[in-house]
């Protein structure tokens, strides 16, 4: 049994100005990264943990989940797939942000 992230989510929100936040322009930013096969991975059928991204936002508009991009995209509308080793790099570059805007959280770990 190995404990590994399950969720994760980094929010960005220095882009963000109160007041303008909805819908001036200025919005906040999160990515979830969530663990989709830990089934497979309990059975042994998985080895490495992987995890699909989702990207929302604050904002009144609303934004691919799967690129990021708000208002109308031309992505291929599937999931980004990373490895534990991205989720955990993408943390550390939330904490080391200069802005203290960033920020980054496990919010769920299961044990496989
Ligand atoms: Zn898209």
């Not at 955990?88 to 805007?101: I, K, N, R, T």
Request: aromatic fraction near 10%; include cysteine; glycine fraction near 8%.
């Amino acid at each position: 049994m190995s404990k590994i992230i399950k969720k994760a989510v980094v929010s960005d929100y220095r882009d963000s100005i109160a007041g303008k936040s909805s819908n001036g322009g200025c919005y906040g930013y999160w990515t979830v990264y969530r663990l989709f096969h830990e089934d497979e991975l309990r059975a042994g059928l998985e080895t490495r943990p992987q995890y699909e991204v989702e990207y929302g936002t604050i904002a009144d508009f609303d934004c691919c989940k799967y690129c990021g991009k708000i208002g109308s995209c031309i992505c291929d509308r599937i999931p980004q797939i990373v490895t534990e080793e991205r989720v955990f790099e993408a943390l550390s570059e939330a904490e080391e942000h200069p802005s203290g805007d960033v920020h980054g959280e496990i919010l769920e770990y299961v044990e496989v």
